[in-house]
């Protein structure tokens, strides 16, 4: 590889590390795909071939194994990018993976109660939910003591946005089997309504599981 194709690859790796593969151009991120298994030379005559014969990257859908052999010369690397192809293909084409419907605070905190009465420790765990309250993923957040102090919005609702979810349900467990919330419980869901109204994503319930009960923010109109 010579110098100066190196320093463009290793430019292009460093612009992606910080700001996310959305900014490179069609090119760039083509060139990047075919670095991981063409040399720099050949890299540069596959992109120009490519684009030369095709406005921008939708054709990839088009391109049979007989195409992706002419460029490469090569089957095991033209099995390589059919493979490549057919994966984003089939990413794009899956729905989404629904995890069940929330229809009501107690569905969600009967729900919940098993999955987190049996810690010792507090754990925060997220529910995330899309337009029509259908739950598209669940995760811990965080475990350890909870407060105000210790949890940040930005950890709860980076998982929000990074789901694309309309509206996000918080639960955690008191170890001690008693859900009744304290003061900072409320301070807690005081800050996160706050901060969903700003990001356009609705806080819908904060559960407070117990041993084998719950408490509902929401049932307690607390928000």
């Not at 075919?34 to 030379?41: E, G, I, P, T």
């Not at 990413?91 to 810690?119: A, D, T, W, Y």
Request: charged share 20%; hydrophobic share 40%.
């Amino acid at each position: 590889m010579s110098l100066i194709n190196q320093f463009q690859a290793d430019c292009l790796e460093k612009q992606v590390k910080r700001y996310g593969t959305a900014q490179l151009s069609d090119r760039e991120l083509l060139g990047l795909l075919l670095s991981q298994f063409c040399s720099a030379r050949a890299v540069s005559q596959l992109t120009d071939q490519f684009f030369a014969e095709n406005f921008d990257l939708t054709h990839v859908s088009y391109l049979t194994a007989m195409d992706w052999e002419r460029y490469f010369n090569n089957q095991t690397k033209a099995v390589r990018m059919q493979v490549i192809c057919e994966f984003v293909k089939r990413c794009r084409q899956n729905p989404p993976l629904v995890l069940g419907q929330v229809g009501s605070s107690q569905m969600i905190g009967n729900h919940l109660i098993e999955k987190l009465k049996f810690n010792r420790q507090e754990v925060l765990y997220g529910v995330l939910l899309d337009t029509k309250n259908q739950i598209i993923h669940e995760k811990e957040i965080f475990k350890g003591t909870l407060d105000s102090a210790t949890v940040h919005p930005r950890e709860i609702f980076q998982l929000a946005i990074q789901f694309t979810a309309a509206r996000i349900i918080i639960a955690h467990n008191h170890p001690s089997g008693k859900p009744e919330p304290s003061k900072n419980d409320q301070l807690l869901t005081d800050r996160l309504v706050k901060c969903g109204e700003l990001l356009g994503i609705e806080l819908l319930d904060h559960i407070i599981i117990g041993k084998n009960n719950y408490f509902s923010f929401r049932e307690a109109q607390l928000i």
